[in-house]
């Protein structure tokens, strides 16, 4: 498969000279380091340019947050200009902002809509940039973009390939409020999307039946693993490999650790004389999530700012086949959004 892979993409001189530039690596070895904490991961990853619609601000809650609804479609691109964190040849890869939604309903402001002004601004001419891989609107992380068609169609398969060999291309940081019973290991769920109350919400289904995944029920899967603990927080590694809306948030609200942010999902874990437990996922509407008093006074923050916590869920790695067969995946890398680098801070989760 990859070598077929690699013959079909020289069409579009990609392999070779666009990906043999991205910097190599083996995989992640100290995860602190890695995932951008470190002077000299920052130091190589920060986003091209600068923009002071993109700078935290002294003394924010949440520095660095975007608010697309405040935005023009020139501000917009400005911003997404400065997210770059490289470009080579017809590949660019963003680091997105958390809230920017990649698609929504006619007249909103998303990435797709602002593709070809983002394409002009980077000199790409009439060439349009289309979306490969990308996080969803309330994760931040890696956004991969080509203006090769050809080079889309083949990297969809590559990563199609590896999700069907149960090989994870994609590496997600969460910070969790709780700390997940095992150090690491699996989470598997069949789940559905469900309409209640007017919203799709993604409901856990226990022993589907064949009729079941015929419906639409999808079986899911998970890689895990606490890479540090403190304040009842976890700052956990995840994998997902398998693809379904909201899957990581709530995979998480199985572990009874929902991620911190989420106000979708974490009303489905009640607590009663601190032990957790699981509500009906059917009758628990979304609310925003209620966290321990200590916790917010850790965190430095009001209970009203707790209230609009940003989701704490970053795509941070991607990994691409190499320009040849047997060369080391190409490893794309994604520096943390300020707000969730001074969470971890407030939480000492990178000191272990």
Same mark, same amino acid.
Not at 9 to 19: E, F, N, Q
Not at 33 to 60: C, V
Not at 274 to 287: G, V
């Given at each position: 498969?990859?070598?077929?892979?690699?013959?079909?993409?020289?069409?579009?001189?990609?392999?070779?000279?666009?990906?043999?530039?991205?910097?190599?690596?083996?995989?992640?070895?100290?995860?602190?380091?890695?995932?951008?904490? $470190?002077?000299?991961?920052?130091?190589?990853?920060?986003?091209?340019?600068?923009?002071?619609?993109?700078?935290?601000?002294?003394?924010?809650?949440?520095?660095?947050?975007?608010?697309?609804?405040?935005?023009?479609?020139?501000?917009?691109?400005?911003?997404?200009?400065?997210?770059?964190?490289?470009?080579?040849?017809?590949?660019?890869?963003?680091?997105?902002?958390?809230?920017?939604?990649?698609?929504?309903?006619? $007249?909103?402001?998303?990435?797709?809509?602002?593709?070809?002004?983002?394409?002009?601004?980077?000199?790409?001419?009439?060439?349009?940039?289309?979306?490969?891989?990308?996080?969803?609107?309330?994760?931040?992380?890696?956004?991969?973009?080509?203006?090769?068609?050809?080079?889309?169609?083949?990297?969809?398969?590559?990563?199609?390939?590896?999700?069907?060999?149960?090989?994870?291309?994609?590496?997600?940081?969460?910070?969790?409020?709780?700390?997940?019973?095992?150090?690491?290991?699996?989470?598997?769920?069949?789940?559905?999307?469900?309409?209640?109350?007017?919203?799709?919400?993604?409901?856990?289904?226990?022993?589907?039946?064949?009729?079941?995944?015929?419906?639409?029920?999808?079986?899911?899967?998970?890689?895990?693993?606490?890479?540090?603990?403190?304040?009842?927080?976890?700052?956990?590694?995840?994998?997902?490999?398998?693809?379904?809306?909201?899957?990581?948030?709530?995979?998480?609200?199985?572990?009874?650790?929902?991620?911190? $942010?989420?106000?979708?999902?974490?009303?489905?874990? $009640?607590?009663?004389?601190?032990?957790?437990?699981?509500?009906?996922?059917?009758?628990?509407?979304?609310?925003?999530?209620?966290?321990?008093?200590?916790?917010?006074?850790?965190?430095?923050?009001?209970?009203?700012?707790?209230?609009?916590?940003?989701?704490?869920?970053?795509?941070?790695?991607?990994?691409?086949?190499?320009?040849?067969?047997?060369?080391?995946?190409?490893?794309?890398?994604?520096?943390?959004?300020?707000?969730?680098?001074?969470?971890?801070?407030?939480?000492?989760?990178?000191?272990?």
């Amino acid at each position: 498969m990859r070598s077929v892979l690699a013959q079909e993409m020289g069409a579009c001189r990609l392999l070779g000279h666009v990906l043999g530039s991205w910097r190599r690596g083996p995989e992640v070895q100290a995860a602190c380091k890695a995932a951008g904490f $470190g002077t000299e991961a920052r130091h190589q990853l920060q986003p091209r340019g600068s923009s002071k619609l993109s700078r935290p601000l002294g003394n924010q809650p949440f520095p660095g947050l975007l608010q697309p609804e405040n935005l023009s479609r020139e501000q917009l691109v400005d911003v997404l200009k400065a997210s770059v964190v490289d470009q080579k040849g017809p590949l660019v890869t963003l680091n997105k902002p958390q809230g920017l939604p990649v698609t929504g309903k006619p $007249g909103e402001l998303t990435l797709l809509t602002v593709l070809p002004e983002l394409s002009q601004s980077l000199g790409l001419g009439e060439r349009e940039l289309q979306v490969v891989r990308a996080s969803g609107k309330e994760t931040s992380g890696l956004v991969l973009l080509s203006s090769c068609p050809q080079t889309v169609s083949r990297l969809q398969k590559f990563f199609t390939y590896s999700q069907r060999a149960q090989r994870p291309i994609a590496t997600y940081w969460a910070v969790t409020d709780g700390i997940p019973a095992t150090s690491e290991g699996k989470i598997q769920a069949a789940l559905k999307l469900e309409p209640i109350d007017g919203i799709d919400l993604v409901v856990p289904v226990k022993s589907p039946s064949r009729k079941n995944i015929l419906e639409g029920v999808k079986r899911t899967l998970s890689h895990f693993r606490v890479v540090a603990t403190g304040s009842g927080c976890a700052l956990v590694q995840l994998q997902p490999l398998t693809v379904f809306p909201s899957q990581l948030q709530v995979h998480m609200v199985l572990q009874l650790c929902p991620v911190l $942010g989420d106000h979708k999902y974490s009303a489905r874990v $009640g607590t009663v004389l601190d032990q957790r437990f699981l509500l009906p996922a059917e009758s628990t509407k979304p609310q925003r999530q209620v966290l321990d008093k200590a916790l917010i006074r850790r965190l430095h923050l009001t209970p009203s700012q707790a209230a609009q916590m940003p989701l704490h869920l970053h795509l941070h790695c991607l990994h691409l086949p190499g320009s040849r067969p047997r060369d080391t995946p190409i490893e794309l890398l994604a520096p943390l959004p300020p707000y969730f680098s001074r969470t971890l801070q407030c939480l000492g989760l990178c000191q272990q």
